[in-house]
C-alpha cells in the first residue's frame, strides 16, 4: 500500500543544481520522518540528508553540508533535497526513505538506513561536463 517515488534525477554540470523530489502516499506525510541516501558503485549507501516529522530537525552528511537542503511540504505531501554546487564525487543512485521512527534522523539515517520502513526505487544523478 505504502510507495515511496524519487524524482528529479538527471545529468548536470559540476557546479550546477538539481532539485530532487520524493513522495510517500498510502501513509500519514506529517508522522513520517523522510531520509536522503546515495550509494555510488562498489560503495556502501550513505545518508545525505534527513528531516523528521515535524520538518524541523534536518541531519546532513558533512560531504554535503552548506551545498543541500532537505525540506518537506506538507501541502503536498513531498520531500525535497535542493543539491547546490554539484562536484562529480556527488554522481550515484539517489533514494529517498519514510519512517515512523522519533529517533530515525539520529539512529537509522546515520548508519546507512538499511533498516528504513519504506523505501524509493532511486534516481539517478549524474555529474559531469
Known amino acids: 500500500q505504502v510507495q515511496v517515488t524519487e524524482s528529479g534525477g538527471g545529468l548536470v554540470q559540476p557546479g550546477g543544481s538539481l532539485n530532487l523530489s520524493c513522495t510517500a502516499s498510502?501513509?500519514?506525510?506529517?508522522?513520517?520522518?523522510m531520509g536522503w541516501f546515495r550509494q555510488r558503485p562498489g560503495k556502501e549507501r550513505e545518508g545525505v540528508a534527513c528531516?523528521?516529522?515535524?520538518?524541523?530537525?534536518?541531519y546532513y552528511a558533512d560531504s554535503v553540508k552548506g551545498r543541500f537542503t532537505i525540506f518537506k511540504d506538507y501541502a503536498k505531501e513531498t520531500t525535497y533535497l535542493r543539491m547546490n554546487n554539484l562536484k562529480r564525487e556527488d554522481t550515484a543512485m539517489y533514494y529517498c526513505?519514510?519512517?515512523?521512527?522519533?529517533?530515525?534522523?539520529?539512529?537509522?539515517?546515520?548508519?546507512?538506513?538499511?533498516?528504513?520502513?519504506?523505501w524509493g526505487q532511486g534516481t539517478q544523478v549524474t555529474v559531469s561536463s
Open positions: 498510502g501513509l500519514d506525510f506529517g508522522d513520517y520522518a
Open positions: 526513505a519514510a519512517d515512523r521512527s522519533r529517533a530515525y534522523c539520529s539512529t537509522t539515517w546515520k548508519r546507512g538506513g538499511r533498516t528504513s520502513a519504506h
Open positions: 528531516i523528521s516529522w515535524s520538518g524541523d530537525t534536518p
